[in-house]
């Protein structure tokens, strides 16, 4: 009850600061969503989108107002602000990756040719634009695995912001499309985004767990060859 009381609060103190400031407030509002301060992304872009947005302009205006004053303002907080979950990943992650390496059955040696071997291609930026853009998908888990992965910072702020431009323009377009039953729409998507988030954490652990054998075996194996060819290679100096 106490809990419920304080999202309540919470989002009321949100959307009064979205009436004040209108496109700042988007701006800031996201920054603090992106910084893990408990506020549902689909209800505050849909949010803003319902209060900026006027009610009685044509569709082709309200999709443009939808970019310029909601998409736009709300990816550069999005990029911005999403450095904070990547920066916990980043700093944090090799000591936990340390620390879970039985567990894991890999070493913060393959995070870094993991890492190479990513950066070498576009499809790493991609894939983050990709998952950014998806309205329902929970975008901490996307930048707290960019840092672990210690990700080029300027390359993933771009994939960031591309990403988060169709993500914040479809929702505060809806939110203005859907009224004022905005509220029930985005409490369903938010609703998908926690479920999501879950099955992802579950999923990625299972994995982790159920090969963690076979790549502890394979990289035990790459490790015993390159041994040996360092032996080969003394002895024939020798």
Do not use: C
């Amino acid at each position: 009850m106490v809990l419920s009381e304080f999202f309540a609060g919470l989002i009321a103190w949100v959307f009064g600061l979205v009436k004040a400031y209108g496109v700042w407030s988007v701006f800031f509002v996201v920054l603090m969503e992106e910084v893990f301060i408990p506020l549902p992304s689909p209800l505050v872009i849909m949010g803003a989108g319902y209060i900026i947005i006027p009610a009685g302009i044509s569709v082709n205006e309200a999709l443009w107002q939808s970019f310029w004053l909601i998409a736009v303002p709300a990816s550069i907080a999005s990029a911005i602000g999403s450095f904070f979950a990547y920066g916990i990943g980043y700093y944090g992650g090799k000591t936990l990756v340390i620390r879970l390496r039985r567990f894991l059955g890999v070493s913060w040696e393959d995070i870094k040719k993991a890492e190479k071997k990513l950066e070498k291609g576009n499809k790493v930026w991609i894939s983050i634009a990709v998952l950014r853009a998806i309205p329902f998908f929970p975008i901490a888990i996307v930048s707290l695995a960019s840092g672990v992965l210690r990700l080029s910072w300027k390359k993933y702020a771009v994939a960031t912001f591309i990403g988060s431009l169709p993500r914040t323009f479809v929702l505060g377009f809806l939110g203005w499309y859907v009224g004022g039953e905005f509220v029930a729409f985005a409490g369903k998507l938010n609703l998908i985004e926690n479920l999501v988030a879950v099955i992802v954490i579950a999923a990625v652990l299972y994995l982790l767990y159920r090969y963690r054998h076979r790549y502890r075996h394979h990289y035990q194996r790459l490790a015993e060859a390159g041994r040996k060819h360092i032996s080969k290679i003394s002895l024939k100096k020798k």
